[in-house]
């Protein structure tokens, strides 16, 4: 008998969301988000751990993938609070290309990027 014989879809285990325990990491506020609103920056390894590091936030493209790269590899409270910034993470969020789970995660803990968000029917 083979190893995953007698092992049916009803029963088997789900794996945890990738996401899940994000909610304890994200700040009770937007306000909280005190990070840089311009200039270029750079990333920490244990942030951006694969690919670019560095970014320059007046560049629209480049703020896009630092908002990317620190939503989906934050592992700590103070990455979100020290490299986002409340302000610009408003003005790009509707464009940002999330996981589903995390952007749900985010508009219900923050109503108000939810209501710049265009919805397809």
């Known amino acids: 008998m083979g190893e995953n014989e007698g092992v049916s879809l009803q029963t088997a285990v789900p794996l945890p969301s990738r996401w899940a325990g994000l909610a304890r990491l994200m700040p009770p506020s937007l306000s909280c988000l005190d990070g840089p609103d311009g200039g270029v920056v750079e990333l920490p390894s244990d942030l951006a751990w694969s690919g670019r590091t560095r970014f320059d936030l007046s560049d629209r493209d480049q703020r896009y993938l630092f908002h990317m790269t620190v939503l989906t590899s934050a592992i700590t409270a103070e990455h979100y609070t020290h490299w986002l910034n409340a302000d610009l993470l ?21 109503p108000e990027l939810a209501a710049g968000v265009v919805r397809s029917a």
Do not use: V
């Open 90 to 110: 408003r003005s790009d969020w509707a464009r940002l290309r999330l996981p589903r789970a995390l952007r749900a995660l985010w508009q219900e803990r923050f």
